[in-house]
Antibody
């Protein structure tokens, strides 16, 4: 079945850039669906960060736009998240997920802590 | 963009029924489908209800979803409460004009 796995550093310094990768198995991200990043913190609950579609179009949460870039490597079946100028408020569990009407499946999540 | 507002917490006794609301701040609740997710501690969210009232595969019929245009809200009802239903529940919808996805703040269900 389709599986997603997040990877990346668990600790990022304030003002630096957060980088995460989502590797998808058992389905080609270039075939169909949207593919997205979501984060979860105690303060904000689940927050949609941004998505890409199978045609390579990108969509971002307006509240984060300007700091977030999502990109995809279709040949490796991966998509990535970069978030610049991070602060402690960006400390969260970051998920990637497939979106087809609803979110799912989800990755297991990657905890990112912003701290010096 | 709109906001989806949920109660922070609800509780109920085993065997009883609880309802969790999800109110849309602007636009109509029926403008876009509403989904509901369950998240148990330490796990990723899983889909319960999609397209307002459709149960996902494997979800017991104790779980049901609905929308109410008069209150501009969606509801998740759980009947025959079980201790295993203790979890966080999130509603989610979508803005099609400039594709964006919105989650509610989540509701913690306690089964007393």
């Amino acid at each position: 079945q389709v599986q997603l796995q997040e990877s990346g550093p668990g600790l990022v310094k304030p003002s630096e850039t957060l980088s995460l990768m989502c590797t998808v198995s058992a389905y080609s991200i270039s075939n169909d669906y949207y593919w997205g990043w979501i984060r979860q913190s105690p303060a904000k609950g689940l927050e949609w960060i941004g998505s890409l579609d199978h045609r390579g179009n990108y969509y971002y949460n307006p509240s984060l736009k300007g700091r977030v870039t999502i990109s995809a490597d279709m040949s490796k079946n991966q998509f990535s998240l970069k978030m610049t100028s991070v602060t402690a408020a960006d400390t969260a569990l970051y998920y990637c997920a497939r979106i087809g009407g609803h979110f799912g499946p989800w990755g297991q999540g990657a905890l990112v802590t912003v701290s010096s | 963009n709109f906001i989806l507002t949920q109660p922070h917490s609800v509780s109920g006794s085993p065997g009883k029924t609880v309802t969790i609301s999800c109110t849309r701040s602007s636009g109509g609740i029926d403008d876009n489908y509403v989904q509901w997710y369950q998240q148990r501690p330490g796990s990723s969210p899983t889909i319960l209800i999609y397209e307002d009232d459709q149960r996902a595969s494997g979800v017991p019929d104790r779980f049901s979803g609905s929308i109410d245009s008069s209150s501009n809200s969606a509801s998740l009802s759980i009947s025959g409460l079980k201790t295993e239903d203790e979890a966080d529940y999130y509603c989610q919808s979508y803005e099609a004009s400039n594709p964006t996805w919105v989650f509610g703040g989540g509701t913690k269900l306690t089964v007393l």
